[in-house]
């Protein structure tokens, strides 16, 4: 089945301790983004990858990092998580290549993250 | 810069009426638009995109919408709204002109279907 994945699912964690939540999609795609949906602010993307080995920032970086190795994989890291981190994380992907039928972005079920 | 704009936070219709749900955008070049739709904790999934083409397109579900590029609007639409169309409402552009895969989406308007 045709999948993104996204572990864990929910996670409470404190200040300052590093996390990592990973991505894995099974469709080969050569696009994958990471965003975080909050009330009143919709969903807003923080990184972005076109390919392994290139990432670029999107709208909210600041406090997270993201690495691209494999072309599955697109973790997202946060180094030292603030309680302002709080939110609902949504890994996507996509298979652009610049045609009309691959544009639209599959996305994950979600990762809940509370830092207290 | 990219933007886009959902001007209501719900919009409540009455089962079998027809619904609209708003959506404006702001771009340099031409528009990559799409329609998401998020069901309780679920993801997201997509219902229908305009790249480029017929200004009408249809996508899941019987949903549509219409590119209005003087209008700058992308407006989903359904002719006879059901229960189960009750949901959170994204939409979302992509700029063609800045070679980047920065995506922008709106603050969603919630969709809420009277029986």
């Known amino acids: 089945e045709a999948q993104v994945t996204q572990n864990p699912r929910y996670l409470i964690t404190v200040t300052g301790k590093k996390l990592t939540v990973t991505c894995s999609q099974n469709?080969?795609?050569?696009?994958m983004s990471w965003y975080r949906q909050d009330p009143g602010l919709g969903l807003r993307q923080i990184y972005y990858?076109?390919?392994?080995?290139?990432?670029d920032k999107g709208d909210v970086p600041e406090g997270y990092k993201v690495s691209r190795k494999e072309k599955r994989n697109f973790p997202l890291i946060l180094e030292s998580p603030s309680p302002n981190q709080t939110s609902l994380y949504f890994c996507?992907?996509?298979?652009?290549?610049?045609?009309?039928?691959?544009?639209?972005?599959?996305f994950g079920p979600g990762t809940r993250l509370t830092v207290l | 810069a990219q933007s886009v704009a959902q001007p209501e936070d719900q919009v409540n219709v009455a089962e079998g009426n027809p619904l609209t749900v708003k959506c404006t955008y702001s771009?340099?070049?031409?528009?990559?638009l799409f329609w998401y739709v998020q069901y309780p904790n679920r993801g997201l999934q997509f219902l229908l995109k305009?790249?480029?083409?017929?200004?009408l397109v249809k996508g899941s579900y019987g949903f549509e919408a219409e590119f209005n590029k003087s209008q700058t609007s992308f407006h989903l639409k359904k002719p006879s709204a059901l229960v189960s169309d009750s949901a959170l409402y994204f939409c979302?552009?992509?700029?063609?002109?800045?070679?980047?895969?920065?995506?922008?989406f709106g603050t969603g308007t919630r969709l809420k279907v009277l029986a």
């Open positions: 979302a552009v992509r700029d063609e002109a800045s070679g980047t895969y920065k995506y922008i």
């Open positions: 771009v340099s070049g031409n528009p990559y």
């Open positions: 990858s076109m390919n392994v080995e290139v990432t």
């Open positions: 996507a992907s996509s298979a652009d290549q610049g045609l009309a039928d691959y544009n639209e972005q599959f």
């Open positions: 305009y790249i480029t083409g017929d200004n």
């Open positions: 469709m080969n795609h050569e696009y």
